[in-house]
T-cell receptor, first 111, second 113 residues
Framework: DAKTTQPNSMESNEEEPVHLPCNHSTISGTDYIHWYRQLPSQGPEYVIHGLTSNVNNRMASLAIAEDRKSSTLILHRATLRDAAVYYC????????????FGGGTRLMVKP | NAGVMQNPRHLVRRRGQEARLRCSPMKGHSHVYWYRQLPEEGLKFMVYLQKENIIDESGMPKERFSAEFPKEGPSILRIQQVVRGDSAAYFCASYAGEGYGYTFGSGTRLTVV
């Protein structure tokens, strides 16, 4: 899997939107962009994934740059329960390979 | 759908004993991945299995560790002669195929005393 770069930590206020950036300048045409999060003492949780177009689901939105070298996970209204480590991961299509986790971004949400 | 089930949630073993960790993937998922997370560290891939086959064990220590995913029953991660350095959270994930995300279990927290 290609490498991604994320800030180590970010802070947000409760009920405000959060934009979590991810750089992946070496992404290939067959790499999907996956986002997972890990709450304290829990297993990772799938958030969203996409290839080229922006994606929305009940948890978040994923905005993918036109050149695909960066993406942003958007939480529209942060809650205290969103405090977690967020991982941006590239996964090659149909490779059958594992996800390779980096350090992720630790999101802190202030009440 | 009960999700990925791991048991036990917590396991305490004395040095030299064996640890057996079980993972039942989501119904219909035939791909299972095991990860280890040492205290205050990131998740590290260990092994990828499909039913009755080990596909990729590049992250598994060469000694004392083994994994299986039999035709019937859960996937098992087995650690023989445990040492204190094996203390960690072990997570498994299952996967339906392209177009879907991976689903992780809640993990087994192994403590070696």
């Amino acid at each position: 899997d290609a490498k991604t770069t994320q800030p180590n930590s970010m802070e947000s206020n409760e009920e405000e939107p959060v934009h979590l950036p991810c750089n992946h300048s070496t992404i290939s045409g067959t790499d999907y962009i996956h986002w997972y999060r890990q709450l304290p003492s829990q297993g990772p949780e799938y958030v969203i994934h996409g290839l080229t177009s922006n994606v929305n689901n009940r948890m978040a939105s994923l905005a993918i740059a036109e050149d695909r070298k960066s993406s942003t996970l958007i939480l529209h209204r942060a809650t205290l329960r969103d405090a977690a480590v967020y991982y941006c991961i590239l996964r090659e299509y149909n490779a059958g390979n594992m996800l390779t986790f980096g350090g992720g971004t630790r999101l802190m949400v202030k009440p | 759908n009960a999700g990925v089930m791991q048991n036990p949630r917590h396991l305490v073993r004395r040095r030299g004993q064996e640890a057996r960790l079980r993972c039942s993937p989501m119904k219909g998922h035939s791909h299972v991945y095991w990860y280890r997370q040492l205290p205050e560290e990131g998740l590290k891939f260990m092994v990828y299995l499909q039913k009755e086959n080990i596909i990729d064990e590049s992250g598994m220590p060469k000694e004392r560790f083994s994994a299986e995913f039999p035709k019937e029953g859960p996937s098992i991660l087995r650690i023989q002669q445990v040492v204190r350095g094996d203390s960690a959270a072990y997570f498994c994930a299952s996967y339906a195929g392209e177009g879907y995300g991976y689903t992780f279990g809640s993990g087994t927290r192994l403590t070696v005393v």
